[in-house]
């Protein structure tokens, strides 16, 4: 078994048939059992030499430097291109691996700061919003409000719902698939309390507001489907805002409103 796929299987980030089967096999196999708890040992002496209360400023400092000079290079050009972090350099996977640290299986440790985290109710089925605030993270409600170029980490709760859909439309009626990563990848969502997105998401600079859906069943979802009645939806911006799809009652709709601020405010 390859060190990265037990790598995976700690964050919890595999299907959950193959997390059974690890689970299996390292009760029935002492090496591969040994193996895992190494990993665990050298992810607790990481996070004891780099804890991320010191790391996770630098970290965002440099990542905002590099995103200035971009901008420079680029002449300041407006952002027009939904910014989806998966595929970012190793800063922004870093930024990314910090987040996982912080919020995986919906525990957060003493030296994590998050504004409105005690809110959150792990019973119910939902999309959490954070984003970065200075030197914390900070969990965005719905009406919160928010500017072009805030890198946002998304994170849903299951809840008992085995397959969900998100995505979110935008002031200039632009629809963005979060998950699946693509249409035509399965909707499946995965079991643990909180489940964070495998990328970062940049606003861009689309007015007035950002709204993330999150669309959820007990069966497997068409994405395509769900997604052109997105963009149907989208055709008004003040139905975006506030009506959710049409859907079967089998479906459960759940969103979240950002109210989008100019810049320089």
Excluded: C
């Amino acid at each position: 078994m390859r060190t990265w796929e037990l790598e995976r299987y700690l964050l919890g980030e595999l299907a959950p048939s193959r997390m059974e089967e690890i689970t299996q096999l390292a009760q029935e196999n002492p090496e591969v059992k040994k193996e895992i708890d190494l990993l665990k040992q050298i992810h607790a002496e990481i996070i004891r030499q780099h804890p991320p209360e010191t790391m996770l400023p630098g970290i965002l400092k440099h990542y905002e430097e590099n995103l200035r000079q971009a901008q420079i290079r680029e002449k300041a050009r407006p952002i027009t291109v939904k910014r989806l972090l998966y595929a970012a350099p190793a800063l922004v996977s870093a930024l990314i691996l910090l987040f996982i640290v912080f919020f995986n299986n919906g525990t957060t440790s003493d030296y994590t700061r998050i504004k409105g985290e005690e809110s959150i109710d792990f019973t119910k089925t939902q999309i959490i919003i954070y984003k970065k605030s200075g030197s914390e993270i900070e969990l965005l409600k719905n009406g919160a409000r928010a500017k072009a170029g805030d890198l946002l980490q998304l994170a849903y709760i299951p809840a008992g719902k085995t397959y969900g859909v998100i995505f979110s439309i935008d002031g200039s009626g632009i629809v963005t698939l979060h998950h699946p990563e693509s249409k035509g990848n399965s909707s499946i969502l995965k079991q643990e309390k909180k489940n964070l997105l495998p990328s970062s998401y940049e606003l861009d600079n689309a007015p007035d507001f950002e709204r993330f859906f999150f669309i959820t069943t007990m069966e497997e979802i068409e994405v395509q489907s769900i997604i052109k009645k997105a963009e149907i939806l989208a055709l008004s911006p003040a139905s975006a805002k506030t009506k959710n799809l049409e859907l079967s009652e089998s479906y459960s709709q759940f969103s979240i409103l950002l109210k989008k601020e100019k810049k320089n405010e």
